[in-house]
């Protein structure tokens, strides 16, 4: 039940992903503006760019994360935990996405350091969203 769980919580990572897109969307339209004519301030330009930079930074672990999400799935309905452990490691390793074939780790702690891919996704997008309102308190009020 514990895998099932993690790959629940782990499965809530698209949610913090699709707002992350929006913010990275908005902060690239921004950064376009000057093609139309419109003159940014140099502060919210750079506020942009550090905004893109999390929204790429954020991309990384939310693949991370949804990677885990389904592995943790479908390892929750295993039959034969122990052999698919070794299937997914092997596979894995293969693919060149683990440097050893064999991980000595047990579920505790791999479910650990998938939930710290989460917590990485969270922190970026708190940062994302912090530097969206940074960069709204930027913008010149016309009076």
Same mark, same amino acid.
């Given at each position: 039940?514990t895998?099932?769980?993690?790959?629940?919580?782990?499965?809530r990572?698209?949610?913090?992903?699709r707002?992350?897109?929006?913010l *990275?969307?908005?902060?690239?339209?921004?950064?376009?503006?000057?093609?139309?004519?419109?003159r940014?301030?140099?502060?919210?330009?750079?506020?942009?760019?550090?905004?893109?930079?999390? $929204?790429v930074?954020?991309?990384?672990w939310a693949i @991370?994360?949804?990677i885990?999400?389904q592995?943790f799935?479908?390892?929750?309905?295993?039959?034969?935990?122990?052999a698919?452990?070794l299937?997914?490691?092997r596979?894995?390793?293969?693919?060149?996405?683990?440097?050893?074939a064999a991980?000595?780790?047990?579920?505790p702690? @791999?479910?650990?350091?998938?939930?710290?891919?989460?917590? @990485?996704?969270?922190?970026?997008?708190g940062?994302?969203?912090?530097?969206?309102?940074?960069?709204?308190? *930027?913008?010149p009020l016309k $009076?």
């Open positions: 039940m895998l099932y769980v993690v790959a629940s919580l782990l499965g990572g698209k949610q913090l992903e707002l992350s897109d929006g *990275t969307l908005l902060a690239l339209a921004y950064g376009l503006a000057p093609l139309l004519g419109v940014l301030l140099p502060l919210a330009s750079l506020l942009c760019i550090a905004l893109l930079v999390l $929204g930074l954020h991309k990384y @991370r994360v949804a885990d999400a592995l799935a479908h390892l929750a309905a295993s039959r034969d935990l122990a698919d452990t299937a997914v490691d596979a894995l390793y293969e693919l060149n996405l683990k440097p050893q991980d000595s780790r047990a579920w702690a @791999r479910s650990q350091a998938a939930l710290t891919l989460l917590r @990485r996704q969270a922190v970026c997008l940062l994302q969203l912090s530097l969206a309102l940074a960069t709204l308190l *930027t913008l $009076g």
